[in-house]
């Protein structure tokens, strides 16, 4: 029953940490590498599309369940604690109406997606053409 609760209140807290991160990247008070690092978490976090598709048994979950977590653990170190605070607060507020989604990351996960595939299809054609 604990583990559980226990990724119930992971499912609840993602959203809430991610926003806030957002909120941080926007504060001058966050310093520029945290900014990075939570941006791209945040982004990440709510993009519309995985990396990894949900569908890919086992790995479609690694990045909710490890990836993201992990993300938000270290964006969270970065940011100072008043800081991160505040944002908090204000993600409560704003996520009470609803919750974002990012469709700059979900575009920038679909041209990685034909980027990877492109190569592959690069890769094969170059192999049936030396035999």
């Given at each position: 029953?604990?583990?559980?609760?226990?990724?119930?209140?992971?499912?609840?807290?993602?959203?809430?940490?991610?926003?806030?991160?957002?909120?941080?990247?926007?504060?001058?008070?966050?310093?520029?590498?945290?900014?990075?690092?939570?941006?791209?978490?945040?982004?990440?976090?709510?993009?519309?599309?995985?990396?990894?598709?949900?569908?890919?048994?086992?790995?479609?979950?690694?990045?909710?369940?490890?990836?993201?977590?992990?993300?938000?653990?270290?964006?969270?170190?970065?940011?100072?604690?008043?800081?991160?605070?505040?944002?908090?607060?204000?993600?409560?507020?704003?996520?009470?109406?609803?919750?974002?989604?990012?469709?700059?990351?979900?575009?920038?996960?679909?041209?990685?997606?034909?980027?990877?595939?492109?190569?592959?299809?690069?890769?094969?054609?170059?192999?049936?053409?030396r035999k």
């Open positions: 029953m604990r583990l559980r609760d226990g990724l119930k209140n992971l499912r609840k807290e993602i959203p809430l940490q991610s926003y806030a991160l957002y909120l941080a990247c926007r504060d001058p008070r966050t310093p520029w590498y945290a900014k990075v690092l939570a941006a791209a978490v945040a982004a990440y976090a709510f993009s519309p599309i995985d990396l990894i598709p949900d569908f890919i048994p086992v790995l479609g979950y690694l990045d909710d369940l490890i990836i993201v977590p992990l993300g938000i653990a270290l964006a969270i170190r970065l940011i100072p604690a008043e800081v991160l605070e505040s944002c908090r607060e204000q993600a409560r507020q704003r996520l009470a109406k609803g919750t974002p989604t990012s469709r700059a990351a979900a575009i920038v996960i679909v041209v990685i997606w034909i980027a990877v595939l492109a190569a592959i299809a690069i890769l094969v054609v170059t192999r049936v053409k």
